[in-house]
Structures are given as structure tokens and as C-alpha cells.
């Protein structure tokens, strides 16, 4: 409840920000006199710019007349295809006044009547119409800056075609001087008016474009100033319509959050462990709604607002997405299907990541998955298991072959206790407290052997073939009594889970016995003294009871001499 009431005040709250800024907007309209309808206002203003398009036409009508009087008394014919240019454009200006005055008049659009025959759809100009707001603004940023560069590119230019027109009246003056023919002194003569104009043209072009340059650099404010003022104009303007937007975007997603929470405390079957296909429709269209409101309020907003730049930026931003993933529509569908649980990986069942067997605990955006023996949670996202294949398992499946703080023999002979198990690396101490660490992938490669459970333990021991009569009965029953009394006197009877003494062999120096004792996981840590413990017991029993423990031994054949055939022996024991 008291969260209900929480999320209720976070809309309040949103909603009086929101409240303000709108009503700042509104408040930039100048008000009008309450006394006058809106209705009467509108037709007074109406009736002034209709006045205004009659006096427009009727300017138009008698400029047109005085340029056809002009056009009827001159001669010429390129002053009369310039006075029909001229009047061409007077006609079309006349008849948009005219047009305008109609449609005014009657408040009806006139293009509606007109058959308009409908072109193909050209993208490059629909995006170029979408871009140009944005060039716009971008030049307005710099169009000081340009104007400046071009003022200063006119007084180069004009400087130098003064140069050019000073030279040529020069040298017309020098060759009119040094002229002995009339008729060529009357010709220079005559180019004289037109170089002169040349040159006041360059010189007053020279002069309008230096004072234009010197109003632009008096005009021109520190970089701080100039800095402030856009600050508080974007504040005013751009700043106050990205302030709405952010408002209208998070208050969406605020509302589309609480909803959530507010659908999953209502809606049975959300808090499962594992929800059901519907629980998951519902859950990703409500997300993917969310989104789409989101992105229309973005989108209503700037166009309330009429800032037709961010509208522009945010419109090709969205297409631009929309652009991108066009192609990843089939990844996208794939990874749906297994928020859904109806793909190729599904919550409950196991997969093998990284090399090491984990269990789906839950898909989303971001999938939770849990090795029981390893004690270790990853967070992938949602792409990773793309590609994967789960299963269901079985009660008692291993998920790791030790667990922390087991002793495990690898098969290059390592033993040690696992003191940090992960999916990257484990980590053994050995005896005497060295440690040893091995990548994960190389730590199951030496197929460890886990001591932790139970073990067993077999040693091989040998007596002398003199002993032959009793070795398969007496003193089988007799070694195997010594052991275990010997097994309860230093402590082990409790771990010790079985025990047997077996001849397994006459081989070629001794009789062949082998010990088999089996330990509980409790002895783990001390699995090579026991063997070394079985051995001396071994040996002890020997000594009781006098039994030869025979050394190896190598018989050497050798051929019998002719002059020694009488000889009793012919092999030699080394």
C-alpha cells in the first residue's frame, strides 16, 4: 500500500512541473481584450488584409499599364523583351494576389479543386524536406562568421577590379595624349565615360563593402557575452522544449513502470519461478507499448512545442534506428522466442557455457543462469544464448566434478583442496600449502578424481615363496586382523568403510597380496599417509610373525661346459 501511495505522489509531482512550462508557453500569446469575442477579432483582421491584397492589386494593375505605355513608345527591341520579362512577372504576382484575396475571402482552400496529378514518391526530396530545417539552423550558426569571410573575399575582389579600371583609364589617357589622329582621339575619347563609371562603380562597391565589414566587427561581442546570450536564448527557446520532452518521455515511462509493478502484484502468475507463455506475451507487449508511447509523446511533444529542428533530429534519428535494424529482424525474432520459452534455450532445463554445465534460471534482456556446484551466478544478455541448445536433466546430474573445499587428485598428479572454483579458473592448495591454479577448460581436461566422497585405496605387497602353503588362507585372515587393529589405534576406524586382504598373484620373485581399504571423504586430506601407513603395517605384520618379505631376484641361465658335465648346478640367482 504505502508504495501504491508512493507512485501516486510521483505522478502528482510530474504532473505540477509539467503544469508550469505549459502555461509559460501558453503565456508568450499576447492576451486580447476579454471584451471582444475571438470570433469579431478574427473577421477584423480578415477584412484588414483584404484591404490590404485590393490596394496590392490595384499597384499591380498601373505598373503594368505604365510598362506597356513604355513598351509601346520605345524601339528597341532588348528593352522590349525586357519590358514583357517584367511584365510576366507582374502577372504572376497579380494572379497569386488575386488568388490569395479568394481564399481569404472565403476561408477555402483552392488547391483542393485543382487536378494535381499524383508523382512518384521521391525519398531523396521527402528527406531532404525532413533535413532542411536542420541545415538551416546549422548555417544560422555560422552565418556571421560566413558573412564576415564574404565581406572580406568583396573588398579583396573589388579592390583589385578598381586596380584593373584605374589602369585601363590610365592608358586610354596615355594613348589619347600621344595620338596624331583625330578620328582615333575622338574613339578613346568616347571609352572615357564608360571606364570612368567602371571605376566609381568599383570605388563605391569598395567602399559600401568596407563599411559593411566595419558595422559587422562593431557589432561584434566577446566571446562571453556572446556565449551568455545564446545560453539564456536557448533556455528561452530550445532548452525549455528539450525540458518538455524530457517531462513528457519520463513521465510515460513512469506511469508505464508503475502499471508494471502495479499488473504484476495483480495478475496471477507473474512472481513464478517459471511464468507461464501468457504471463510472458503480456509482459513483453506491455514493454514494447511502453516504448511506443514513449517515442509518440516524444515526437507529440515537439511538435506542440512547433521546433521544427528537434522534430526533424528526432524523425531521423528514429529512422535511422529503424534503418539499422531492418537486418537484424530475424536476431530479433529469435530472441523473442526465447523471452517467450518457446525457443531453442528454455528457463529449467541445463546448458553448457564456457565449457561448464549451467541451469536456466531465467531469459530476459538479460538471462540468469546458476552453476549449483560451482556456487556462482552469471548475468548474460539475451543475444548470448543465441544459437544454444538447452535439455532437460535429472535428479543427481553433476554440474561439476568437485565442489569447494574438495580434495581432488588430476591427472598429472596434482592433489589438492579446491579453495575457489568459477567458470574462468580453480584454484587447489596443495599439502604444505603451495597453491596451484588452472583455467577452467584445462582444470576438466585432467579428469580430476574427487576424494571428498569415498575413495579406495589398494597396495600390493609380496612374501616369499616359502611361505606358499598358508599364503591364500592363514595369513590372509592374519594380515588383515593386524591392519585393522592398527587402522583403530591411530584413529581411522571411523572413516574406514571396508576392508579386505586378497592374494591377486604368484609373481616371478614373490607371492603377490593386495590391500583394498576404503575411506569416507573425512580421510581425503590424508590419502597418501594411508597408503604409506598400509605399507608399514604391512611390514610390521612381517616381522610379527616372521614372514620372509623376499627382493627381487634375476636367474641367469648359462650353457654347461663339455669338461663340466658333471656339474650339480647350471644356473646362477643374482
Not at 409 to 437: F, N, P, Q, W
Not at 539 to 548: G, H, L, T
Amino acid at each position: 500500500m504505502n508504495r501504491f501511495v508512493n507512485c501516486f505522489l510521483i505522478i502528482i509531482i510530474t504532473l505540477s512541473l509539467c503544469l508550469p512550462v505549459l502555461a509559460a508557453i501558453d503565456s508568450e500569446v499576447p492576451s486580447s481584450d476579454p471584451g471582444v469575442s475571438s470570433k469579431q477579432r478574427g473577421m477584423d483582421n480578415k477584412l484588414i488584409m483584404l484591404s490590404s491584397l485590393l490596394e496590392l492589386q490595384t499597384s499591380l494593375k498601373k505598373r503594368m499599364e505604365d510598362i506597356r505605355t513604355e513598351m509601346e513608345k520605345t524601339s528597341s527591341v532588348t528593352e522590349k523583351s525586357d519590358f514583357a520579362e517584367t511584365l510576366k512577372k507582374l502577372d504572376l504576382q497579380l494572379a497569386q494576389a488575386k488568388r490569395n484575396f479568394q481564399e481569404i475571402a472565403t476561408g477555402v482552400d483552392f488547391s483542393l479543386f485543382s487536378d494535381k496529378k499524383s508523382g512518384q514518391f521521391a525519398w531523396k526530396e521527402e528527406l531532404t524536406s525532413l533535413v532542411k530545417p536542420l541545415i538551416k539552423e546549422l548555417k544560422s550558426l555560422t552565418d556571421r562568421a560566413r558573412q564576415k569571410s564574404r565581406l572580406h573575399e568583396d573588398v579583396e575582389k573589388y579592390r583589385k577590379m578598381l586596380a584593373v579600371a584605374r589602369d585601363g583609364r590610365n592608358q586610354l589617357t596615355m594613348l589619347k595624349s600621344k595620338a596624331s589622329n583625330k578620328e582615333l582621339q575622338k574613339t578613346l575619347q568616347g571609352l572615357f565615360p564608360e571606364w570612368k563609371s567602371l571605376e566609381n562603380q568599383m570605388s563605391s562597391k569598395l567602399q559600401v563593402a568596407r563599411l559593411q565589414l566595419e558595422q559587422l566587427k562593431e557589432d561584434e561581442t566577446s566571446f562571453i557575452e556572446s556565449s551568455s546570450r545564446m545560453i539564456k536564448n536557448f533556455f528561452k527557446t530550445r532548452g525549455l522544449y528539450l525540458f518538455i520532452v524530457v517531462l513528457v518521455v519520463g513521465g510515460t515511462l513512469i506511469i508505464a513502470r508503475l502499471g508494471y509493478n502495479f499488473m504484476v502484484k495483480v495478475v496471477p502468475g507473474f512472481k513464478a519461478s517459471y511464468r507461464p507463455f501468457h504471463i510472458r506475451l503480456i509482459d513483453i507487449l506491455f514493454r514494447g507499448f511502453s516504448l511506443l508511447f514513449a517515442i509518440l509523446g516524444l515526437i507529440l511533444a515537439l511538435y506542440m512545442v512547433e521546433d521544427w529542428v528537434l522534430l526533424s533530429l528526432a524523425i531521423l534519428f528514429l529512422l535511422g534506428i529503424i534503418w539499422t535494424i531492418r537486418k537484424t529482424i530475424p536476431k530479433i525474432w529469435d530472441q523473442v522466442r526465447l523471452m517467450l520459452n518457446i525457443g531453442e534455450v528454455r528457463e529449467g532445463e541445463r546448458i553448457v557455457l564456457y565449457g561448464v554445465p549451467w541451469l536456466v534460471e531465467r531469459i530476459h534482456f538479460f538471462s540468469s543462469l546458476k552453476n549449483p556446484d560451482l556456487e556462482e551466478d552469471i548475468r548474460l544478455p539475451i543475444n548470448e544464448l543465441l544459437g544454444k541448445v538447452s535439455r532437460p536433466f535429472k535428479k543427481g546430474e553433476s554440474w561439476f566434478p568437485c565442489r569447494k573445499n574438495d580434495w581432488v587428485i588430476l591427472a598429472d598428479g596434482t592433489r589438492g583442496k579446491a579453495v575457489s572454483l568459477s567458470h574462468e579458473m580453480v584454484k587447489l592448495v596443495m599439502r604444505g600449502g603451495a597453491h596451484k591454479t588452472y583455467q577452467t577448460d584445462n582444470f576438466l581436461a585432467q579428469s580430476p578424481l574427487n576424494l571428498s566422497t569415498s575413495f579406495r585405496i589398494k597396495e600390493f605387497f609380496g612374501l616369499s615363496y616359502d611361505l606358499q602353503d598358508g599364503v591364500t588362507n592363514v595369513m590372509l585372515t592374519t594380515l588383515k586382523s593386524f591392519i585393522a587393529e592398527k587402522i583403530e589405534e591411530n584413529g581411522y576406524k571411523q572413516s574406514l568403510l571396508n576392508l579386505r586382504v586378497e592374494f591377486m598373484q604368484a609373481g616371478s620373485s614373490s607371492l603377490d597380496i593386495v590391500v583394498i581399504a576404503d575411506f569416507n571423504g573425512k580421510e581425503a586430506p590424508l590419502y597418501n599417509r594411508l597408503r604409506r601407513s598400509i605399507q608399514r603395517w604391512c611390514v610390521d605384520c612381517c616381522s610379527a610373525n616372521n614372514w620372509e618379505i623376499p627382493f627381487p631376484q634375476l636367474t641367469v641361465h648359462r650353457p654347461v661346459p663339455e669338461d663340466c658335465e658333471h656339474t650339480n648346478s647350471s644356473n646362477i640367482i643374482i
